[in-house]
């Protein structure tokens, strides 16, 4: 009798602890929303680093294995898939009373967004031994005002600066690229004529948002928008 006792304990145990990790996707829906917002930012942020550490080795001629490139593949596919999941999770779902949420829904997605999660966790990880540990410094963000006031007026430079300052004042000119070898001061150079343009007032807002290799769209609207 006493072990029966025990075996119905433990069943009784045992269902209660899985009817309550079941309830936990409906009633941590928004937590799952804002964790799985978080984890694909983490992701992105480690693709970015890969596709750098990738990027470098075929300008020094060198091939990476293909693991890497399917791990890379396989984290644009996720960055999609979870950037459709997240609007659907963010889609208002309610029962025939308008103020009460459709709990099954919930449910459903919420269980989605929990093991996307986990296997977001377990791609960041991997892609995190594919990311070079040591990377070329780049400037703390308020010091490129200090560079640009003593910075050397090479004639190379002072002609592409006119040129730049030019193209900046037309009014048919809607985009500008700079571009040269990476160190050349290109970075530089645009903070200078950002200080110009401020000063004389040419645009009512100027804005300076660095970006990735990889276009974000959303992300860079997100950074303009802040």
């Not at 079941?22 to 804002?34: A, E, G, H, W």
């Not at 680093?49 to 020094?60: D, L, N, P």
């Not at 160190?183 to 200080?195: P, Q």
Request: hydrophobic share 40%; net charge positive; charged share 25%.
């Amino acid at each position: 009798m006493e072990c029966l006792l025990g075996v119905v304990t433990s069943v009784a145990s045992d269902l209660v602890s899985g009817a309550l990790n079941q309830l936990r996707y409906p009633c941590c829906f928004n937590n799952f929303v804002k964790q799985l917002e978080g984890e694909e930012g983490n992701l992105i942020a480690t693709r970015d680093s890969v596709q750098t550490f990738v990027a470098h080795a075929k300008r020094q001629t060198r091939k990476t294995s293909e693991v890497v490139d399917k791990w890379l593949q396989d984290a644009s596919n996720d960055v999609d898939n979870v950037n459709g999941l997240l609007k659907e999770a963010r889609t208002k779902k309610f029962c025939c009373i308008r103020h009460c949420p459709n709990w099954i829904w919930r449910y459903r997605v919420g269980k989605k967004l929990a093991n996307k999660i986990v296997d977001l966790e377990k791609l960041i990880e991997e892609g995190k031994k594919y990311a070079p540990l040591d990377r070329i410094a780049t400037l703390p963000s308020g010091t490129l005002h200090i560079l640009s006031e003593k910075w050397m007026n090479f004639e190379s430079r002072q002609s592409a600066y006119e040129q730049l300052l030019e193209a900046v004042k037309d009014n048919d000119v809607a985009m500008i690229g700079l571009y040269g070898m990476g160190g050349c001061g290109k970075t530089t150079l645009a903070m200078e004529v950002k200080k110009v343009v401020e000063a004389e007032q040419l645009f009512d807002k100027v804005l300076f948002v660095p970006i990735s290799s990889t276009v974000e769209v959303r992300r860079i609207q997100e950074k303009i928008a802040s």
